[in-house]
């Protein structure tokens, strides 16, 4: 909210500049985001005295005048009527440049020497009003600078005030209250003589349908107002914290409103049917015209100030168009009420408007407030529009009352960690308005009634810590036990897992957890049940990820604009329905490659070597790539090319540690990708358990090896593991290693061409146990697997 | 006299290494000197015609001496076939680019995130870990946020439909609300529901605010979450340990600065600045010349949270404290716009 510095100085009586103001309120109470001088552009513009008007001897609806501005007098050519000797008026002196832009320069006017204006109201930029010159009141000091006179020149305190604050602070006497307790200083305001005055109102009857909703209603009635322009003074308030004037009763009302915190209204009792205000909710589907011209219709809801017949305001939102203040009313039936901070927040949103009123009441204010605001919009009033009190109603059936607290002031230095004086603590209190009894730290606080945040003995510390200034409690070092902390060791696996892939030379990339019905049905993921937000950004961010796959296909869609080939991976959750009050949340790593040119499955083997060196790293020995295993379970399936995709397991391990496999191609052409791209998924948590090996060490051979290479033809449906494990069964231990170097297809069979390297480890082998197993290996292919040995 | 003699060879021997110029030379040197009739050879044959006490000596000597020619010869020799290579024919023009391997590049986040929690293991704290998508309980009630707090709204949480119940599940009628996580405060009360003080844990994740995203704002966060419990866990504690890491993680010497805020679940509650990373206090515009950055939340724990975990009310003290790591990457690497973060643009990854 904003503030003017001369309001808050006026109240709390400070003496520091807005620089230091703001500094300390920044580290006291609230944050001041900002500093904004005004009047500034008035610079120039003076209080003079007219001394002497005489005609234009060559115009007739000119005059000449002799005006005193305190250094001089001055020569000024006018054209208003209004003006009359012994006034004072704002001089526009030489060199001022206006708000319009124009500067005051010395001329002759008809022959007429003029250096200098006599100024409007609107051509000082203080309003729309060009009847004649600004007339000043007769006490105005001749020489003084028009905005100091007019307390123009003022600073606006932006202050960000906290949410639990906004019940006493978004009113000038709350902050005056920090002000005085930052400058140990106690607040000289009456404010407990603020009490309504004993004339009951014969004219208004109220009547609160709904207590819960409104804990207590003020109303109050006025006769013989006269509805017009607010004095300046009320008018620049107002300007100041940024509220638009509009006529001397709502302009009270509004500047109670902010030097109290407790929003007002005011009806025209004239179009209060029945001289009955009933506080009632809504009924559904009714009717009204808000004072802001929009039309809105309530459900129950909603509370309303109603009369006889018809809503007349949405209670501690905004008033209603036809029940308003006009030029014509002439009594008025004023309103300081205390309603529901959750009702009035739900109903402003369900309407859509947010008010000053609204601001107040939904952060729950102080039900006494009504009362003291209530006498001094009655004094403005009176004071501003002639107004008298006929008399109130006040419907208050649970009055709220000054709590107490006890409070331990060495828990609060124990807590706070600084040895602040007792009686430090107790004078900071008191100037925040508590009263405080108790001796030797042991305090009862008894807590004023608008401090509605304040609860507990941590609320009444925070106070303390707070005013005495967070950087005088000195930082110390914590005294705790040594001991070593637990190794959460998914964290630690997982960032061992990204440290790899990046020497793997795969970029990581995060996306967001959700993606939408679209990107699941592309990836034929639509008919898993997915969890769904209830309120998403956009159709798009609906689903909760089942898997990474989508949102990284995105990826790869986005960055072959720019690159050729890449390898990215993300680790993140996945979120499974799963019938319990928490859906299961797994974590995976998804890995993608994309390579410039595929002719035989280049990019699947280049994904397939990264999930092996991986999976080498990791210590994980017996990684192994088996058919899809197409349990109709594996919902997942739709996304992974049926002849190019397998699981991937580990020896000794049940089920599967994840996927690997070229993404289905058409699901690619529905994310327009024009390239192959294979991807592994592993989940981290199996990942980790097959990972959890101990590693032991093996004898380095002392015997050499020999090599001896194998050619052979075998049918489509055998697979390069199946050879690879027959020759090592046939090779009675003696087989150190097998490697493919060749692989070609030969009409209908494939051609293998495989090195076998041979050694024993506690001798050389001889040739002839070298061929007597090369003779069982090949026995073992021919019989068990039909192969054809080529020579 | 036979001692001289030696030292007679050693001298000659070093004079004319000096003068060899080519493998002849080599060639005969050695003969001269270290071959079968050369002279020290000789010597060393007669040995055995010594006495005991000379045989030592004089063996000592000559075997010495031997040693020192034989290093001369290498000496030499390695000098000859050095001379004879022409490095200059092989001169390369380093400034060739080379085909490079290439390397991967974790993610930013990632990367603050290791540095931030190597920072708090090394001060001995734990990291913890909770679901990304919480009951409304953990995130809100536990943490003494009210029942009508704004932050239950619907504009600022993403709320999840409540799921197709399995039949046979027994809590079926349980009406939880399940929400994606706003922050990662409700690790606190998991952690304390299972742990007694003394602790101290760090708890970095995921977190869900429903806003519309702009340069500055996303509405998947990363936050950053430390808690420490104990006995007399103060203020002053707090202020250490941010003090410790801010310096830390920056690599000079930062202040920090406490003002009051509000958040339900600490009492007092600070927000906390650092003095500027860029121009260490003096004011410039990254810190819009206030000297100060704001970078997060703290507080010391609200006692309901302590009862929300099943502690007694003022049994312990501690404080909590959260910051964003996206916010942390932009002042440390001077990002503008958040949104890059999570765009998945390897234009963008690549640079870190």
């Given amino acids: 909210m904003k503030y003017s510095y001369n309001w808050l100085k006026e109240l709390s009586g400070t003496k520091l500049s807005p620089e230091k103001l703001r500094g ?37 609806k000119l005059q000449l005048t002799k005006v005193d501005v305190g250094k001089t007098v001055l020569d000024i050519v006018c054209g208003a009527k209004n003006i009359a000797v012994g006034q004072k008026v704002p001089v526009a002196t030489v060199g001022t440049k206006m708000p319009s832009g124009l500067e005051i320069k010395a001329a002759e006017i008809r022959g007429e020497k003029s250096s200098g204006m ?7 930029g203080l309003g729309e009003d060009h009847a004649g010159i600004f007339i000043l009141d007769k006490d105005a000091k001749i020489g003084m600078g028009l905005a100091k006179f ?14 639990n604050r906004a019940h006493d602070c978004l009113g000038y006497v709350g902050v005056a209250y920090e002000i005085t307790a930052i400058e140990n200083r106690e607040f000289d305001y009456d404010y407990s003589g603020l009490e309504l005055p004993k004339v009951k109102s014969k004219k208004l009857k109220v009547e609160v349908a709904d207590k819960e909703l409104c804990s207590r209603y003020v109303g109050a009635v006025m006769e013989n107002v006269e509805v017009k322009e607010s004095p300046f003074w009320i008018q620049s308030r107002l300007a100041a914290s940024g509220i638009r004037p509009i006529n001397n009763i709502v302009d009270a009302t509004n500047l109670v409103m902010l030097e109290l915190g407790q929003p007002l209204h005011a009806f025209d009792a004239a179009r209060v049917i029945g001289g009955r205000i009933v506080v009632r909710r809504a009924k559904k589907g009714e009717q009204i015209a808000m004072l802001d011209g929009t039309g809105k219709i309530l459900s129950q809801e909603n509370l309303v100030i109603a009369d006889t017949e018809k809503p007349l305001a949405v209670a501690g939102v905004m008033g209603g168009l036809d029940s308003g203040i006009d030029p014509r009313t002439k009594t008025i039936i004023l309103e300081s009420a205390n309603f529901n901070a959750v009702s009035v927040r739900k109903t402003r949103v369900g309407l859509g408007l947010k008010t000053d009123a609204s601001d107040r009441f939904e952060k729950d204010i102080d039900p006494n407030l009504a009362e003291k605001a209530m006498v001094r919009v009655i004094e403005i009033i009176e004071h501003i529009a002639g107004g008298k009190l ?33 009686k430090k603590s107790v004078l900071i209190l008191k100037s925040l308005g508590m009263d405080i009894s108790g001796k030797d730290g042991e305090l009862v606080v008894e807590v004023p009634t608008f401090r509605v945040d304040i609860k507990t003995q941590e609320d009444l510390i925070e106070e303390i810590g707070r005013i005495f200034g967070y950087e005088n409690i000195k930082s110390q070092p914590m005294v705790t036990p040594l001991v070593s902390a637990k190794v959460n060791k998914e964290r630690f696996f997982e960032r061992n897992v990204k440290n790899i892939l990046a020497g793997l030379r795969f970029d990581e990339v995060y996306n967001y957890s959700f993606y939408g019905q679209k990107d699941a049905n592309d990836c034929a993921l639509g008919e898993i049940k997915h969890l769904e937000l209830a309120n998403p950004m956009n159709p798009g961010q609906q689903l909760m990820r089942v898997s990474l796959i989508p949102n990284i296909l995105k990826n790869v869609r986005d960055n072959l604009r720019n690159f050729k080939s890449f390898n990215i991976f993300e680790s993140g959750r996945v979120y499974w329905p799963n019938g319990g009050i928490l859906p299961e949340e797994r974590k995976i790593i998804a890995m993608a490659v994309i390579l410039e040119q595929d002719k035989s499955a280049e990019t699947f083997f280049a994904a397939k070597s990264a999930a092996s060196d991986l999976s080498g790293k990791l210590g994980i020995k017996d990684v192994y790539f088996d058919n899809f295993d197409a349990a109709p379970s594996d919902s997942l399936l739709g996304l992974w090319h049926p002849g190019r995709s397998a699981e991937i397991k580990v020896e000794g391990m049940d089920g599967k540690i994840g996927y690997i496999g070229e993404i289905n191609p058409l699901i690619l052409t529905l994310f327009k990708i024009n390239r192959r791209v294979a991807m592994v998924e592993l989940d981290l948590e199996k990942l980790m358990e097959a990972a959890d090996v101990e590693v032991e060490f093996e004898a380095i051979r002392k015997y050499p090896t020999v090599l001896r290479d194998i050619s052979i033809l075998a049918g489509r449906e055998i697979m390069v593991d199946g050879i690879m494990k027959n020759i090592k069964k046939s090779g009675a231990g003696l087989v150190v290693d097998v490697s493919l170097f060749d692989i070609f297809r030969k009409e209908e069979k494939n051609s293998f061409a495989f090195h076998i390297e041979l050694g024993a480890v506690d001798r050389t082998l001889e040739s002839a146990e070298i061929d007597a197993v090369m003779a069982e290996i090949i026995t073992g292919l021919e019989k068990e697997l039909g192969a054809e040995i080529r020579k | 006299m036979l001692e001289q003699k030696i030292l007679g060879i050693k001298t000659e021997a070093l004079e004319r290494i000096r003068s060899v110029k080519d493998d002849a030379g080599l060639f005969e040197f050695e003969k001269k000197y270290l071959g079968r009739k050369s002279e020290l050879t000789g010597i060393l044959k007669g040995l055995k015609d010594l006495s005991q006490e000379d ?20 000496g030499k020799k390695r000098e000859l076939k050095n001379a004879g290579f022409d490095f200059e024919s092989e001169r390369i023009d380093v400034t060739i680019p080379s085909k490079a391997n290439g390397y991967g590049h974790p993610h930013i986040l990632s990367i603050v995130q290791r540095e931030i929690e190597d920072i708090f293991t090394a001060m001995g704290f734990e990291i913890a870990d909770g679901p990304e998508i919480e009951q409304e309980f953990y995130n809100f009630d536990a943490l003494n946020v009210a029942k009508d707090h704004p932050a239950r709204d619907m504009q600022d949480t993403f709320w ?22 706003t922050h990662t405060s409700p690790v606190q009360v998991r952690y304390m529901e299972k742990h007694k003080p003394p602790f101290k844990i760090i708890v970095p994740g995921r977190a869900f605010r429903n806003e519309a995203t702009d340069a500055t704002h996303e509405h998947t966060l990363h936050q950053f979450e430390a808690l420490v419990v104990g006995d007399g866990v103060n203020v002053g504690n707090f202020k250490y340990i941010a003090e410790t890491f801010f310096t830390k993680f920056f690599g000079k010497k930062l202040e920090i600065r406490l003002r009051p805020s509000y958040f339900p679940f600490v009492e007092p509650g600070f927000e906390f600045d650092i003095s500027c990373t860029v121009c260490g206090g003096r004011g410039c515009p990254s810190c819009k010349h206030t000297g100060w950055l704001e970078v997060g939340g703290a507080g010391m724990v609200n006692q309901n949270v302590f009862v929300s975990a099943g502690y007694k009310r003022n049994a312990y003290q501690g404080f909590a404290w959260g910051f964003g790591l996206e916010r942390l990457a932009m002042m440390k690497y001077k990002i503008d716009d958040i949104r890059l973060i999570e765009s998945g643009d390897l234009r963008f990854i690549r640079q870190f």
């Avoid at chain 1, 300390?24 to 008007?53: H, M, N």
């Avoid at chain 1, 109130?392 to 960690?417: F, H, Q, R, S, T």
């Avoid at chain 2, 000596?57 to 010869?73: C, H, P």
Wanted: a negative charge; glycine letters at 6%; proline letters at 5%.
């Fill in chain 1, 24 to 60: 300390l309120l920044t580290l006291r109470s609230f944050e001041v985001e900002g500093l904004e001088e005004i009047g500034q552009e008035l610079e120039g513009v003076v209080i003079g005295k007219i001394l002497e008007i005489t005609k234009h001897p060559n115009a007739d």
């Fill in chain 2, 55 to 74: 045989r030592k000596k004089i063996g000592e000597l000559a075997n010495a001496v031997k040693m020192e020619i034989s290093e001369a010869l290498e």
């Fill in chain 2, 160 to 181: 999840l439909k409540p799921e197709i119940q399995n039949p046979k599940s027994k809590i079926q009628n349980k009406s939880e609300n399940i929400l994606l996580r």
């Fill in chain 1, 118 to 124: 006599l100024c409007a109201k609107d051509e000082l």
């Fill in chain 1, 150 to 163: 007019l307390k123009l020149d003022d600073v606006i305190f932006n202050i960000d005030i906290l949410p």
């Fill in chain 1, 390 to 422: 006929e008399g109130i109603v006040d419907i208050y059936p649970k009055k709220v009352k000054p709590w107490k607290i006890k409070l331990d002031l060495e828990y609060a230095n124990k807590l706070l960690g600084e040895n602040i004086p007792f």
